[in-house]
């Protein structure tokens, strides 16, 4: 990265983006950028707060880009026609991808982390980060989602951090397979199950990924993760899990609606440890960040003492609030793990699901469509309710014979309640007749961060109701 430069980022507002938008900024280059969910009128407030940072933030028609000397930062994924890309050729500007950029600027850092993984990653991210932070460490931290921990009334969208400790943490992206890029101190693998690319695809990327590292991370519990790294002999190495044969492990875990406990047992000692946030996965991924941290010098007592107090990610099974007796919860689900995770947590108490689902694409559909479907009829009970709208569609040429309803179809013939109902203001309709007291209305979905207002406006309509 140059201070000298001028950095305009296509599509500024997204979730990988916008943190790295604010890491150049924060790094003193001039940055700018364009969003078409601008143009459309959608989360005004999160480009209110950029331009408050002192981000130029124009339409996606070209018109921010009006020198050679501009950086063009975009998407593998965008596509030529559209009117940055256009206009960035017609100046001649040089244009790197998202990836290529944080890529740069990580492989540079003094000590890094990179966390990778089908599912897990900004929660393994932001729980590292917060460890760090919490020992003194000043991370610079790049993370997909809102780490809680940093919001504050000035950083409401506190996805990224900005320290001077020397140690880079962030999460990288196999799904466009530009973890190769990645030259990490700390390599930390989640797991390895499908989602964007096939297992073989995958199998090579997390291999040569945790190979490349000085030391791995890894999932001892994971058949995956195991069958690929076991064999590799890997210097160093930590795994992590509830099993036996884990170096970092957890012990008598006892489960909680808003957290858990249970007891850590690393270099020979015992530990006891209580999370805020909820569900084994979460114990896993607190397992994970303190293996990180012991890779960095950092004591147990103190990777234990920050993780009992990370806050969580928002979207991550984050509870929006309660009306009537019916609890409304906003979630990232979107893959076969994450969304089997989420409702392994919700049966593990009581009350039934209402659970909405909004595709991140038709390319999903297709890719992972049946593995999502055996998810949901295999975790929902039969007096539970699936609801899906259509896929998150803004544009382009994608196929899009293959929707929502190849779903629900599998789930109803697989004896659950499953409706298929196009708009999603209909689908909001739909859930609000369902709800009852008791019930947990679970709105999962990616790459919309409109979902949140979704979630939060079914809770105000729940309220009224439970008034009326």
């Not at 109803?412 to 999603?424: F, H, L, N, T």
Request: hydrophobic content about 45%; charged content about 20%.
């Amino acid at each position: 990265m140059s201070k000298n430069k001028s950095y305009f980022f296509c599509g500024i507002g997204g979730s990988g983006m916008l943190p790295l938008a604010n890491i150049v900024r924060d790094g003193g280059a001039k940055v700018a950028g364009s969003d078409r969910a601008l143009d459309q009128g959608r989360l005004a407030p999160k480009f209110e707060w950029l331009q408050s940072l002192g981000i130029d933030i124009f339409p996606q028609n070209g018109s921010g880009l009006t020198s050679a000397d501009q950086l063009l930062i975009a998407s593998a994924a965008v596509e030529d026609s559209v009117p940055d890309v256009a206009k960035a050729k017609e100046l001649g500007c040089a244009r790197m991808t998202r990836a290529e950029l944080l890529a740069d600027l990580f492989n540079a850092a003094r000590r890094s982390v990179a966390v990778g993984g089908t599912s897990g990653k900004s929660t393994v991210t932001g729980m590292i980060g917060w460890i760090l932070t919490d020992a003194g460490l000043d991370p610079t931290i790049m993370n997909g989602g809102v780490m809680k921990n940093f919001v504050s009334e000035g950083t409401p969208f506190a996805s990224a951090r900005v320290g001077h400790g020397g140690i880079f943490v962030s999460e990288v992206d196999e799904s466009d397979g530009s973890i190769a890029l990645f030259r990490p101190e700390v390599a930390v693998l989640n797991n390895i199950s499908l989602d964007h690319k096939s297992l073989d695809e995958l199998r090579q990327l997390f291999g040569d990924f945790a190979e490349t590292a000085k030391r791995a991370i890894w999932n001892a519990d994971d058949i995956e993760t195991v069958a690929l790294l076991a064999p590799m002999g890997l210097k160093n190495a930590i795994s992590f899990g509830f099993s036996d044969r884990a170096d970092v492990r957890a012990l008598d875990v006892i489960e909680m609606p808003l957290g858990s406990r249970f007891t850590l047992k690393a270099n020979g000692q015992s530990w006891p440890v209580t999370l805020q946030v909820p569900g084994r996965h979460n114990i896993a991924n607190a397992l994970a960040a303190i293996a990180a941290a012991l890779a960095l010098d950092v004591p147990v007592a103190q990777a234990v003492h920050g993780v009992e107090r990370f806050a969580g990610l928002a979207r991550r099974l984050d509870i929006v609030g309660i009306a009537g007796g019916i609890t409304v919860i906003d979630d990232f689900g979107h893959n076969p793990d994450k969304t089997a995770a989420t409702l392994a947590t919700l049966k593990a108490f009581p009350g039934r699901i209402i659970a909405f689902f909004q595709p991140h694409g038709y390319g999903p559909i297709r890719v992972m469509g049946n593995e999502l479907a055996g998810v949901f009829a295999k975790h929902l009970n039969r007096d539970d309710y699936l609801i899906l709208c259509d896929p998150v569609y803004f544009g382009g040429t994608v196929d899009r014979r293959l929707g929502s309803q190849s779903i629900t179809d599998a789930v109803v013939a697989a004896g659950k309640q499953a409706e298929y109902i196009p708009s999603r203001e209909d689908c909001g309709n739909r859930i609000v007749e369902l709800a009852q007291p008791g019930d947990r209305i679970v709105i999962m979905g990616a790459r919309d961060d409109t979902l949140s207002g979704f979630a939060a406006d079914l809770l105000t309509r729940l309220v009224k109701a439970s008034v009326a």
